[in-house]
């Protein structure tokens, strides 16, 4: 063998081994893309949930809020009506 003919065994050798090297990245790479693609669709749903939760507690919150509204009305009705008849009674 050649001296020219060793020196390109080996670079063949050394980018058959870079080339090799690079395989195993992309497929490392690969992997770790597809773990991040998985965690986003994982939070985006978690997030979509939280979403549903806020607007349920939010429905909640409003409804018991008229509750209130309607129950303080209510109270100051039989307020008014408890004064008007005290009065009657010390009337007469």
């Not at 870079?18 to 669709?41: C, G, I, M, N, P």
């Not at 009705?77 to 408890?82: P, R, V, Y």
């Amino acid at each position: 063998m050649t001296k020219s003919q060793r020196k390109l065994e080996r670079r063949l050798k050394e980018v058959i081994y870079h080339a090799e090297e690079d395989r195993k990245s992309v497929v490392r790479l690969q992997d770790l893309v597809d773990k991040l693609t998985a965690k986003s669709k994982n939070y985006k749903l978690q997030a979509e949930e939280a979403e549903e939760n806020a607007s349920i507690n939010l429905g909640r919150y409003r409804k018991i809020q008229h509750e209130v509204d309607e129950a303080r009305e209510r109270a100051e009705i039989a307020e008014n009506n408890l004064d008007k008849m005290r009065l009657q009674q010390t009337g007469k």
